[in-house]
């Protein structure tokens, strides 16, 4: 099955690549690498602002993760053409703003993860990084970069 027949059945539209925020570019490949800057959590096309373990839950988190997984695979499709072009999904790292007692960034990255093992299957299977910060852009929840591997 297409990648994108599975994000067909998943009700999932891709977004456009959204304008870079500072002095960096949406995204670089080298090889058969591609790597991809890190996208915030928006929410209603505005940054899905707040703190995990102060406002926000790990429910909510995993959907920001989710959200942030599906314009990170619209860029990753703008930048090979075809996402049947993935060989695999290598690494994703995440950065979860959160209050020093929290711990369940691991969680709230699941969200991001198991959207990308749904659309890649086996393919999809990636090392992973859930970071813990104090803040991230524009006050977003959760910031994820990924890096793949094209065919």
Not at 45 to 63: F, H, M, N, R
Request: proline content about 5%; charged content about 15%; aromatic content about 6%.
């Amino acid at each position: 099955m297409s990648v994108y027949d599975t994000l067909s059945q998943l009700g999932i539209t891709l977004p456009p690549v959204a304008v870079p925020a500072a002095a960096y570019v949406p995204f670089v490949q080298t090889g058969k690498l591609v790597f991809l800057s890190g996208h915030i959590a928006k929410k209603d096309g505005k940054p899905w602002v707040g703190q995990l373990g102060a406002g926000i839950s790990t429910a909510e988190g995993q959907a920001a993760a989710r959200a942030v997984a599906i314009d990170l695979l619209g860029t990753l499709h703008a930048a090979t053409g075809d996402l049947n072009n993935v060989a695999r999904i290598v690494k994703v790292m995440s950065l979860v703003n959160s209050t020093p007692t929290f711990t369940e960034q691991h969680l709230v990255t699941n969200g991001a993860s198991e959207l990308i093992g749904q659309v890649f299957g086996a393919a999809g299977a990636h090392a992973r990084s859930a970071f813990g910060v104090a803040q991230v852009p524009l006050g977003a929840c959760v910031e994820i970069e990924l890096i793949a591997e094209l065919k």
